[in-house]
């Protein structure tokens, strides 16, 4: 397995820490990913986890724009400023910082949701509201489609 799928509820310790789940270390593993790159999601109250090369596909897009047009200035607001690089511990536990804290809203449970390549942070209710509406809307659409 070479994609972060599933969806998983964890406690956060007093400490700030959550351990990642193991189906997720696993494809870390897999694709030797050391170091994650973590940056607020753009349309979604998520905080976003990849490897390095998540940035670097960013980058690339970045780099395609006028480096001084709005759309260039905007997504290196979202990526460079929004985000940072992350380490689990030796336990495999990952640091909720007061960026991912903050921008996600979360307390004390977070929920890993798969999404392919990266993985995301959710507040466990926003995460269940949003997933609702999916579906609803697809179900809407492939009743009237």
Same mark, same amino acid.
């Given at each position: 397995?070479?994609? !972060?799928?599933? #969806?998983?509820?964890?406690?956060?310790? =007093?400490?700030?820490?959550?351990?990642?789940?193991?189906?997720?270390?696993?494809?870390?593993?897999?694709? #030797?990913?050391?170091?994650?790159?973590?940056? $607020?999601? !753009?349309?979604?109250?998520a905080f976003c986890f990849g490897g390095p090369d998540i940035l670097d596909r960013y980058e690339r897009q970045? #780099? +395609?724009?006028?480096?001084?047009?709005?759309?260039?200035?905007?997504?290196?607001?979202?990526? *460079? %400023?929004?985000?940072?690089?992350?380490?689990?511990?030796?336990? %495999?536990?990952?640091?909720? +910082?007061?960026?991912?804290?903050?921008?996600?809203?979360?307390?004390?449970?977070? +929920?890993?949701?798969?999404? #392919?390549? *990266?993985? $995301?942070?959710?507040?466990?209710?926003?995460?269940?509201?949003? $997933?609702?509406? =999916?579906?609803?809307?697809? =179900?809407?659409?492939? =009743?009237?489609?």
């Amino acid at each position: 397995m070479n994609r !972060f799928l599933s #969806s998983q509820t964890k406690k956060i310790d =007093a400490k700030g820490r959550v351990s990642v789940p193991a189906i997720f270390r696993t494809v870390m593993a897999r694709q #030797s990913i050391e170091d994650l790159y973590g940056f $607020q999601d !753009f349309l979604y109250p998520a905080f976003c986890f990849g490897g390095p090369d998540i940035l670097d596909r960013y980058e690339r897009q970045i #780099s +395609t724009l006028d480096p001084f047009s709005p759309r260039a200035q905007q997504l290196s607001l979202l990526i *460079h %400023g929004g985000g940072s690089f992350f380490r689990l511990d030796g336990e %495999g536990r990952l640091m909720i +910082t007061d960026l991912i804290r903050d921008y996600a809203n979360l307390s004390d449970e977070v +929920t890993f949701v798969g999404r #392919s390549d *990266h993985f $995301q942070l959710w507040e466990p209710s926003a995460f269940q509201r949003m $997933q609702d509406a =999916a579906r609803a809307q697809i =179900a809407s659409a492939g =009743a009237t489609g």
